[in-house]
């Protein structure tokens, strides 16, 4: 009778868990759906304002380009001029004035390396003083950063003019920021957005929009823009600082804004995209997406609870199954390069010597690294888990899957070829072994070209179990370390012409 009642407490508590365990999970889910709607929701319309943002930049860069390249056309043909002092004039206001006035709205100069030469109206000028001269580059064209005074702002394309090799002169197109303002969609946004293409300092020069920020004011500045509490105008002076983009809440004129600053990629600057606080909260209200989450979620936790009650009496015995395979396989492998550890390399190849192979030729191979502690101490011991690692898994897809291979010390390896059944098929498997270092590298970042002393023993000449085959392959790297390193030996080959090529032949 206590038996049964005991069956019967048990198949209870197989209800009454999974029920109470889905009740659980029901209320935790619909909290959860309930934030989740709201993150994404943000998160959404976040990535939507950084990625129009990460657009203009593309354009903006590209137009920058342009102009490069422009100075850079105009560069090569003043080369043919012989004096830019005496016959630049013309040319300025020919060629520079010509396309700057279609490329760049701002101008430009034909100089000489001190800065004197010719503005695009033809007229003498001397900008050597001026701040984006300092910029000239002899070796290629170059954009400037922007500057200005606060009402206008201006970056430079510098190209160098050469004769031969040598730089006779500058080829100036200057570009108004203004045409950064033709670029957006001011529709875009609930058409209550401004644009705005800031310096890595925070100086805006050029907005389009609402125009609540001017030119020349700084988006760091509280006084300009107040910046939410968790968010100080010092981290997000770094981070324009650092290249770094990101989205801040912030208050200009009384009314709440948030504001996506996006690097261009391009001489630090960024483009900065200002919207309400109520577009965002009305991307937030249009995510009627909850009722179907919700929904999906019931469904979800209903076919659950099913599965559970239906699963619960074979599960114990899948998980003893899963537990039981996962630990075989865990005690057999080697975590760091997922070969077989020490013991079970033994193992296999003992019980194949014993067995199958009994009457067969095999070669076993043992691969030591050289200056393996060298490279564990001038790159670290994460660096040398990656050499290990890495050759681990070369080795696991260069031989066999019936041959056996396996790391039996810190930097040993074993490759055990089973049936070799003719000595041409010997030398050449050696060759490949002896080879099998000539292209390894390692590393993600930096590529180092470990290489090893590699020892060779036959099966069943120079030993018959795995311990006798181990120390004959193991007096054989020490051949040819002694050799210098670096190449294959064969067990007992003594002559210093027995390792690489030579050592494939048997003594």
């Known amino acids: 009778m206590g038996d049964i009642k005991n069956v019967s407490k048990l198949s209870m508590l197989q209800w009454v868990l999974p029920a109470v365990a889905l009740l659980i999970f029901m209320i ?40 490069q390249s422009r ?18 004039q013309d040319f300025a206001k020919k060629y520079i004035g010509g396309v700057s006035s279609g ?36 070796k290629e064209a170059v954009i400037t950063d922007i500057y200005g005074d606060g009402v206008k702002y201006t970056a430079s ?47 805006v020069t050029s907005v389009t929009g609402e125009n609540l920020l001017g030119k020349g004011e700084n988006i760091v500045d509280n006084s300009v823009m107040e910046l939410s509490k968790e968010t100080t105008g010092t981290k997000m002076a770094r981070n324009l600082e650092n290249g770094r983009s990101g989205v801040v809440a912030c208050s200009v004129k009384g009314e ?17 995209i200002l919207v309400t606080e109520s577009y965002v909260s009305g991307q937030v209200a249009r995510y009627g997406d909850i009722m179907k989450s919700l929904i999906t979620r019931i469904v979800v936790s209903m076919v659950l609870f099913f599965i559970i009650i ?8 899948a998980v003893y199954s899963k537990q039981s395979a996962d630990l075989k396989d865990k005690a057999e492998t080697d975590l760091l390069t997922g070969l077989l550890n020490k013991i079970s390399t033994e193992k296999y190849i003992q019980d194949y010597l014993e067995g199958e192979g009994k009457d067969k030729k095999a070669m076993f191979f043992l691969l030591d ?49 089973k049936d070799i ?37 036959m099966y069943p000449k120079d030993g018959t179990s795995f311990e006798t085959l181990y120390k004959a392959a193991d007096q054989a790297v020490y051949q040819a370390k002694r050799h210098g390193k670096n190449q294959l030996a064969f067990y007992k080959q003594e002559a210093e012409g027995n390792v690489q090529d030579s050592s494939l032949k048997d003594d």
Not at 71 to 88: E, V
Not at 103 to 127: M, T
Not at 256 to 272: A, D, I, M
């Open 421 to 457: 059944k003719t000595d041409e098929i010997r030398d050449r498997e050696a060759a490949r072994v002896a080879e099998f270092f000539k292209n390894f590298k390692a590393g993600e970042y930096v590529k180092y070209s470990a290489t090893a002393s590699i020892g060779a023993a």
């Open 310 to 317: 239906i699963a619960i009496n074979v599960i114990g015995r």
């Open 369 to 417: 690294i050289d200056n393996f502690k060298k490279i564990n101490d001038t790159m670290g011991h994460a660096f040398g888990d990656e050499v290990l690692a890495t050759l681990g898994e070369k080795i696991s897809t260069e031989f066999r899957a019936t041959d056996i291979f396996g790391r039996i010390g810190g930097d040993e390896f074993v490759v055990f070829l």
């Open 103 to 138: 490329a760049s709205e701002a101008g430009g100069y034909l100089v000489d390396v001190h800065g004197k030469g010719f503005d695009s109206e033809g007229n003498e000028a001397d900008v050597s003083e001026t701040e984006f001269f300092k910029h000239a580059s002899e």
């Open 256 to 272: 709440n804004y948030y504001l996506v600053y996006k690097s261009t990629k391009f001489n630090g600057w960024y483009v900065c």
């Open 71 to 88: 100075a850079t056309a105009l560069a090569d043909i003043a080369g043919d001029i012989s004096d830019l002092n005496t016959s630049g």
């Open 157 to 203: 394309a510098i190209a160098p003019v050469k004769e031969g090799e040598a730089v006779t002169g500058y080829v100036i197109l200057n570009i108004n920021t203004k045409c950064f303002e033709s670029l957006p969609l001011t529709s875009k946004f609930n058409g209550r957005a401004e644009y705005m293409l800031v310096k890595s300092d925070g100086t």
């Open 28 to 67: 935790v889910s619909l909290n959860y759906a309930q934030m989740d709607v709201k993150s994404n929701a943000l998160s959404d319309t976040y990535n939507n304002m950084s990625d129009y943002a990460a657009e203009l930049g593309s354009e903006l860069r590209l137009h920058m380009k342009s102009v």
